[in-house]
């Protein structure tokens, strides 16, 4: 398990089930810095219809403060989180394998700063 999640109950729509979730956040001191909508995202760039599915980038300010002021690497600006140990949580061979692939491809960002 790499997430906890509960169905939703009596959202009327996606969009709905969005704004509960973002007002339950603020509730809790988060906002919501960053909403990417995947679908939308790759039917642009894939022509690929889907699900709706968003990610919502949160965060709670005094607790960002803490965390970066106990570790200033904490907030992975310029380092990269390694997506092979995060993906690997999941457990699944190809999910595995994918988690690499894009593990090369940002060691090859990162060489790439080098220079």
């Given at each position: 398990m790499y997430g906890f999640s509960i169905p939703l109950k009596g959202a009327a729509s996606f969009d709905d089930a969005v704004a509960r979730v973002t007002e339950a956040l603020k509730t809790e001191g988060f906002g919501v810095l960053t909403d990417i909508d995947v679908a939308a995202t790759l039917k642009?760039?894939?022509?690929?219809?889907?699900?709706?599915?968003?990610?919502?980038?949160?965060?709670?300010?005094?607790?960002?403060?803490?965390?970066?002021?106990?570790?200033?690497?904490?907030?992975?600006?310029?380092?990269?989180?390694d997506p092979a140990a995060v993906l690997g949580l999941v457990?699944?061979?190809?999910?595995?394998?994918?988690?690499?692939?894009?593990?090369?491809?940002?060691?090859?960002?990162?060489?790439?700063?080098?220079?």
């Open positions: 642009a760039k894939l022509n690929v219809e889907g699900r709706p599915y968003r990610i919502l980038g949160a965060c709670n300010p005094p607790l960002a403060h803490q965390a970066l002021q106990a570790d200033p690497e904490i907030g992975l600006l310029v380092a990269f989180m457990d699944r061979e190809e999910v595995t394998a994918l988690g690499m692939e894009v593990r090369s491809r940002l060691e090859r960002v990162r060489d790439a700063l080098q220079g």
